[in-house]
């Protein structure tokens, strides 16, 4: 049938219209803009490290006498360390670390976080009371402080670190979710499907999960800024990365006996850590922006 | 009683809400009765308590809800005493419903095709026989059978449309077609169409009306609106303040009406001709300390001393017709 077929050709034609709709509230904050640039570029940074970097081998423990404390210049641009390895190549190599930790740690989250939120929201009980009453101590402690207390009961190394942070952060995600379970379960396609026979699981997983994604990827994209920066903070506390991975907040905590003089060895990891918790900030609100207009129009109906 | 044993059998169901104000006797011991492929349509006005019925028969009441006594028979099972689980295998196959209002009643965030597909492979997806992605074209076909018998425009394009992008009468016929799809004994329609265009409400309703006639199913319409009831059924059950006052077969209840209230309801109709209606005075009583006997007797143009003592009961005043008021003591006395 030549009509259904320009139909769904018409159809395919709106669903693109639709994205670059949202693409071009996207683009009129320059900030998002920003945001989006500065995150490119990180990641595309962290995925090809050994081949832009200037010296790869500088990441691990490589030791050069003849080339210490070499301020900025041309051939090593952000120069080099007490053991003479370059800066530029150990930030490099230290944004494959912050962004596989911060998507390892948010990926926890989320897994464990989620379905307690919709579990809690959707059923009442004396169980989903547990699970928010829990979540609240959780979320009493400052993060920092529960991190501290995880990793220094466990070995301080990388994945630990990784382990301590998701062990603090799942329960910002259970909050979120649950008050927008709340909301939702009161909308009448929830009942409408209970209608026709959807289960309990069915109605959250299926039903209501995919209503609130839009709120909980705002938050992820936000979330990343942040726990970069308590790993690096752990990190500069001797609890995270340890020497010579080329962390940023390792480096930092290398680099701080040398200041003033040596500024160079803490500054540039700093301004790595300051750029990247800022570009996943501004992105993190121009999705908001996107989202917030989408879900008006959803709701609205027309 | 009927020879032939009714598909759905509401026996003195009561119900309660539990308030802050206290308890709320929201349904005061109704009768009602469907046989198979009848339709019948319950009518009174807002918040006489027809929507609670309607969700105590799919089992959907509020937490706060409490049924005090009764049995809801359906097909000879008293639904009361199933399980939650097993409640919820009987909605979607045997008990469906089709909701009030198209724009809220679909999840925005799936297209059309995506819901019906749901709602048949929920049960047999994933079957043993049947390979996942064979079960879905399977679907996909009978989405699209369905979609044409409720007879949306371009049912294989709509397959890939959201919600918001019908309109408000495609997304009425999208939610009758979620609730035939799986072929139900029983559909409840909850003020259907209330919420579109009155010209569009009555084709939709005419074509509903056609539809579950031709397939044998049994209606249950919930409406404030005796011409919808009129349009689409055989019986009509006069709700109020929770109980039931008449029940009368459709034609002969707009001919003559025996209950004071169903007088009033039917006064109340605006017509082209003459003068608006006059309406009831008053308005529906408080549930949580009702009228003693009759519910209706505050408002009542006939009251008289019996009916603050004595609660009418429903009584066969004339065949396959009854009524719960003093006024008509029945044919015995």
Known sequence: MAGVATMTRHLGATRREEWRRAWHRFRASTLSLVGLGIILLMAGAAALAPLIAPHPDHAGAFVDFTHTFRPPSRAYLFGTDDIGRDILSRVIFGARISLSIGSVVLAIALLIGVPLGLIAGYWTGWWSSLIMRVTDVFLAIPSIVLALAVTAVLKPNLTNAMIAIAFTWWPWYTRLVYGEVLSVKQEVFVEASRSVGASPWRVTFREILPNIWSPVIVKLTLDMGFVILVETGLSFLGLGAQPPTPAWGTMIAEGRIYLPGNWWLATFPGLAIFVTVLGFNLLGDGLRDVFDVQIEQWRGGA | ?333
């Open chain 2, 1 to 333: 009683m009927r020879p032939v044993e009714p598909l759905l059998a509401v026996r003195n169901l009561t119900i309660d809400f539990h308030l802050f104000e206290g308890r709320a006797q929201v349904i005061n011991g109704i009768d009602l009765e469907i046989a198979r492929g009848e339709s019948v349509a319950l009518v009174g006005e807002t918040g006489c308590g027809k929507s609670v019925t309607a969700k105590a028969i799919l089992g959907l009441l509020p937490p706060n809800a409490e049924v005090v006594s009764g049995r809801i028979l359906f097909a000879g099972r008293d639904l009361l005493t199933l399980s939650p689980g097993e409640f919820q295998q009987l909605r979607g196959r045997r008990i469906a419903m089709i909701f009030q209002d198209p724009s809220t009643a679909l999840n925005p965030v799936f297209t059309v095709g995506e819901q019906l597909q749901d709602v048949l492979l929920q049960r047999d997806g994933g079957g043993r026989t049947w390979s996942r992605t064979r079960a879905r074209r399977a679907a996909r076909g009978r989405c699209v059978e369905m979609l044409r018998v409720v007879r949306l425009p371009d049912p294989e394009g709509s397959l890939a449309r959201y919600p918001a992008e019908l309109s408000g009468g495609m997304r009425q016929r999208v939610l009758i077609a979620l609730a035939l799809i799986q072929n139900p004994e029983l559909v409840i329609a909850d003020e259907p169409g209330t919420a579109l265009d009155v010209s569009i409400q009555d084709q939709i309703l005419l074509e509903l009306r056609d539809l579950v006639r031709t397939r044998g199913t049994s209606m249950l319409y919930i409406t404030h609106n005796l011409g919808v009831a009129r349009m689409v059924s055989d019986r009509i059950y006069v709700m109020y303040a929770g109980e039931i006052a008449e029940i009368a077969p459709t034609q002969r209840l707009f001919t003559g009406q025996l209950h004071p209230y169903a007088q009033g309801l039917l006064a109340a109709i605006p017509r082209l001709t003459g003068t608006i209606g006059e309406g009831i005075e008053g308005r529906i009583p408080d549930y949580v300390t009702p009228p003693p006997a009759c519910r209706f007797e505050p408002r009542c143009p006939f009251r008289m001393a019996v009916c603050r003592e004595v609660r009418p009961l429903l009584i066969e005043a004339e065949p396959d017709r009854s009524v719960a008021c003093h006024l008509h003591p029945g044919p015995k006395t």
